[in-house]
């Protein structure tokens, strides 16, 4: 097998995954790559189509991970759709979505 097959870099991993269900509040988004890229576009976009705002801007350094800060979301089903570019200027895309159900009962007093 060679390895000239995987040229282009591929999302490795992500936090939160591909179907997962987050029952707890999200502050970042974590996407990790195979090889350092630019990440060019980050969307975020809620079961109702409107896109999240994310304050995301394109980076100029290839790295192999990202984290994309967020502010407080509501409960939904998300779509992350991201773009990158590789050290030889081939876009490559994709896209993965989770679920943020918070438990009713959270308590976000740190009181002891």
């Known amino acids: 097998m060679s390895s000239l097959v995987m ?3 591929d999302l490795d991993q992500s936090s939160p995954a591909n179907g997962q269900t987050v029952n707890k ?3 970042e988004i974590v996407l990790t790559f195979t090889q ?3 990440l060019v576009q980050f969307e975020l976009v809620s079961s109702d189509q409107q896109t999240v705002d994310t304050n995301f801007k394109p ?4 790295k192999t991970e990202f984290v994309i800060k967020l502010n ?3 409960e939904d089903d998300y779509t992350v759709l991201w ?3 590789g050290g030889d200027g081939h876009k490559s895309e ?3 979505s989770f679920t943020l159900k ?3 009962h959270s308590n976000h007093s740190n009181h002891h």
């Open 36 to 38: 350092p890229v630019k």
């Open 25 to 27: 509040p999200l502050n």
């Open 7 to 9: 040229a282009h870099s």
């Open 102 to 104: 918070q438990s009713k």
């Open 94 to 96: 994709g896209d993965f």
């Open 59 to 62: 980076t100029l350094e290839d």
């Open 83 to 85: 773009t990158i570019m």
């Open 72 to 74: 407080s979301l509501d």
